[in-house]
């Protein structure tokens, strides 16, 4: 299948390999010409400016753009609103805030355009571990985009199947759901990343009371020097609070268990601010998942190790890097 791929970031360039690895036609287009150079060595289509990518795609065109939340996206689907036909698809795979996603689908109706919102959520591992998307859009849609879903898709894997799904939508097994329609996708990444932001915070604290039984400030007789790789290693392996961020806080506390490359001032990218508004306005307690937020709001001011770990995490999954009180990362 055909897809146009805008903005070849962390996370678009490699849904652009691992979809043409999956047999599958893309025509690639970034602001910046290295990236779109180094998928067209790998045999994938450059194209020179979005004009040019709307004309290397066969219509009913679908074209996935995978650019920071906010003006940037917006400004890119107002202009190619423009180049496209009535019937094509325009896909947003960012971290949208899901009522823009709403507006924006009307608007686009109202062309005969269809808009489909997609949290994406796999990191700078998506490549190699596929990407779990939460999708919102019309049904038909979402149906003729399935195989280039299916190529995205972690697939089963070695994952136990749950019991009693047999009657249910098989897509879920395989890392990826219509959750509804426009704005669905992307609420539904929200809420994953406020949980997110909950499990790392639960991470961080737990870690920072082992490391802190060596104070000298307690009794000496009540001190013990943990070795905090070798139980982030222990817990991975058969234990209840098993999960993919305890595998990679392993990783970052193997590499160096002080974390010091890592200031812990912590940012975070919109969704967890999201949340919490979401929760107020459904009058539904949240108080972990806001805790969380202000928590990283804190590390800004007064870092601790938990602090270091959480960035490290970040890191970790995402490739996020820290950005200090001189260089604030934008809104």
Request: hydrophobic share 40%; aromatic share 6%.
């Amino acid at each position: 299948m055909q897809l146009g791929v805008i903005g070849l970031g962390r996370m678009g360039a490699n849904i652009a390999r691992r979809l043409h690895r999956a047999g599958h036609h893309c025509v690639v287009y970034n602001r910046t010409a290295k990236p779109v150079a180094e998928l067209a060595a790998e045999g994938l289509t450059p194209a020179s400016d979005i004009l040019d990518l709307v004309k290397k795609l066969d219509p009913p065109r679908a074209v996935w753009i995978m650019l920071p939340a906010g003006a940037v996206t917006e400004s890119m689907i107002d202009a190619m609103s423009e180049l496209v036909s009535a019937g094509d698809i325009l896909i947003d795979g960012g971290n949208t805030f899901y009522k823009d996603d709403i507006r924006r689908a009307k608007t686009l109706e109202s062309k005969n355009i269809v808009y489909v919102d997609v949290g994406t959520s796999g990191g700078v591992w998506g490549l190699e571990r596929g990407y779990c998307m939460m999708i919102g859009g019309p049904k038909a849609a979402v149906d003729r985009l399935d195989p280039i879903f299916k190529a995205l898709a972690p697939g089963i894997g070695t994952i136990a199947r749950t019991p009693g799904r047999n009657t249910r939508d098989p897509r879920a097994e395989h890392g990826y759901i219509l959750a509804g329609p426009a704005g669905a996708g992307h609420f539904v990444k929200m809420i994953h990343n406020g949980i997110e932001y909950g499990l790392m915070q639960a991470y961080a604290e737990g870690f920072g009371i082992l490391r802190g039984k060596a104070d000298a400030r307690l009794p000496e007789s009540e001190r013990f020097t943990l070795d905090l790789a070798d139980i982030a290693e222990v817990w991975r392996r058969g234990s209840v609070i098993s999960s993919w961020l305890l595998d990679l806080t392993a990783m970052a506390l193997a590499e160096d268990s002080t974390l010091a490359n890592f200031s812990g001032e912590v940012e975070d990218s919109g969704e967890g601010r999201w949340t919490v508004d979401a929760a107020v306005e459904e009058a539904v307690p949240a108080n972990v998942l806001a805790a969380s937020l202000f928590e990283r709001f804190r590390s800004r001011q007064d870092h601790n190790f938990g602090d270091r770990l959480l960035s490290a995490m970040r890191f970790k999954f995402g490739g996020h890097v820290e950005h200090h009180a001189a260089n604030p990362p934008g809104k």
